[in-house]
């Protein structure tokens, strides 16, 4: 969980859209969630790359490490706003069995804009995003049981999803996968997920706010015991 007294009064979510259809359901997805941590009392930000002309390009003086590496304005908003989260969230649908280029340019430009080969290997915390929690909603076309028949769906979870809550030593806040997502979706199961959307939204919430609590109790049990 990030640390901060400015911001102690509230819980940031950061949800990042990877899908070039504003109509599109993983558009639904996000405004689901972010709809259901408002509701929670919780502050939300959601960050739709196509819609901000995000470009997942990772170029030779950005790389980290490069002597020449210094971070362009675009990375180091995004930067900003992930220092403020609790929450770092994905929302994507699965292309050929994998996340949308412009999400994995999300992570090789921003998530990974201070991390090292070196700090890799060595399991050197990322200062951003340490501690944070990381979900993720994904779609596809296909069954998640034809997914897991090509051993896509396996290759997904390893070296997209334990990959990075490894070497960025984030907690795990789950992957919600829906499958046969497609156009003129059958509306009652478009509620039906919309619904596991905002049940999930709402854990992450809970889980936070008791972990926040949590933390909360126990300084003011070490301020008491200090005082005594």
Not at 61 to 80: A, F, M, T, Y
Request: aromatic share 8%.
């Amino acid at each position: 969980m990030a640390h901060g007294t400015s911001r102690a009064q509230s819980l940031r979510h950061v949800v990042v859209l990877g899908h070039p259809s504003p109509d599109s359901f993983n558009h639904a997805i996000a405004e689901r969630y972010c709809e259901a941590v408002r509701a929670r009392g919780q502050e939300v930000v959601l960050r739709d790359l196509y819609a901000l002309d995000f470009d997942p390009r990772l170029r030779a003086e950005h790389r980290p490490g490069s002597v020449s590496n210094h971070l362009s304005s675009d990375v180091s908003r995004e930067l900003g706003l992930l220092r403020e989260a609790d929450v770092v969230v994905f929302v994507y649908p699965l292309w050929f069995g994998m996340p949308p280029a412009i999400i994995k340019g999300y992570v090789d430009r921003v998530l990974g804009a201070a991390l090292t080969p070196d700090a890799i290997v060595h399991n050197v915390p990322d200062a951003v995003l340490n501690g944070r929690t990381f979900a993720t909603f994904s779609t596809s076309a296909t069954t998640r049981a034809w997914l897991e028949e090509q051993g896509q769906w396996q290759s997904l979870h390893q070296a997209f999803d334990r990959y990075l809550l490894s070497i960025f030593a984030m907690a795990d806040g789950g992957h919600t996968h829906f499958e046969a997502v497609v156009e003129n979706l059958n509306p009652q199961y478009a509620r039906e997920m919309l619904e596991t959307v905002e049940h999930n939204a709402r854990k992450i919430c809970s889980t936070l706010a008791a972990a926040r609590h949590a933390i909360g109790a126990q300084r003011a049990i070490g301020t008491f015991a200090i005082a005594e």
